[in-house]
């Protein structure tokens, strides 16, 4: 048999395990529950972007991916109990990784790129007469990144821009509008939308955000060694794998059957 169908099916017998012990605690998997999960997991990525790519490296939809939601949610529930997180251990997180966070200053901005000074020159008096910006930057911007969204960047740091674009681009207030900043990709015009001052993160702020970081960290932990527990207490008849047909002791359930696995009571 392939090394995939054994996962497949092992992946099986592990979902119907947990089910089943869900059920004898009569815990429910809420579209909320799910939800979060999800924003839970979006958070370990730049944007929402990052995310859909990383989604379709690994061959999965976002229903494939809530499908996976549902077992998380109910190992949660099932182990977040047992997960004891003090009030000192959200201290020595916070004091250990304090530096993360903190948040630089950063500016909101939007441009407009052309290939030439003359360009630029055009369109910077259009602007200084009354055009909208971001119709003349889907309308003459050759930056595929941020024409269709009215030459939108979003927020960055000081780092993330060439030098002259940045050094421009953070001298600017709010609602305020470069000259012509010149750099390798061409000529730019830029407006500044919003600004975030540098910011400094105190316990107090985090500490909800840390007890759950510490929470999931815990179930992580606990949960391999409490599947194979599970295992260990089922008895698991595999017709697709005769070193199975010896094994365990216990129920497993009818779901796995069906699909691939028999076990009974």
Do not use: C
Not at 153 to 170: C, H, R, S, T
Request: hydrophobic share 35%; net charge negative; no cysteine.
């Amino acid at each position: 048999m392939e090394a995939g169908g054994k996962q497949t099916l092992d992946s099986l017998i592990t979902e119907e395990l947990v089910n089943q012990e869900a059920s004898k605690k009569g815990i429910k998997v809420t579209d909320a529950d799910v939800t979060k999960e999800m924003d839970d997991i979006k958070k370990g990525f730049s944007s929402e972007e990052e995310f859909q790519m990383a989604l379709q490296q690994s061959g999965m939809s976002v229903e494939d991916l809530k499908k996976q939601m549902n077992m998380q949610v109910q190992i949660r529930k099932l182990l977040e109990p047992d997960v004891k997180v003090t009030d000192d251990d959200i201290k020595k997180y916070f004091d250990e990784n304090k530096a993360s966070f903190n948040t630089p200053e950063e500016v909101k901005a939007s441009h407009i790129l052309v290939k030439t000074k003359e360009e630029a020159e055009g369109i910077l008096t259009q602007l200084k007469g009354g055009a909208d910006f971001a119709t003349l930057a889907k309308e003459k911007s050759i930056d595929p990144g941020s024409k269709d969204n009215g030459g939108d960047l979003g927020f960055f740091a000081k780092g993330v821009m060439e030098a002259p674009f940045e050094e421009a681009a953070f001298k600017l207030q709010k609602g305020e509008m470069s000259g012509i900043v010149q750099s390798s990709n061409g000529y730019h015009i830029i407006k500044v939308t919003d600004r975030k001052a540098a910011h400094t993160a105190t316990l107090d702020e985090k500490k909800a955000d840390i007890k759950e970081t510490l929470i999931t960290q815990g179930i992580s932990s606990k949960a391999s060694t409490w599947i194979a527990d599970l295992k260990s207490k089922a008895k698991i008849t595999n017709s697709l794998d005769d070193s199975a047909n010896a094994a365990t002791d216990t129920a497993a359930g009818a779901g796995a059957a069906d699909t691939a696995a028999n076990t009974t009571k």
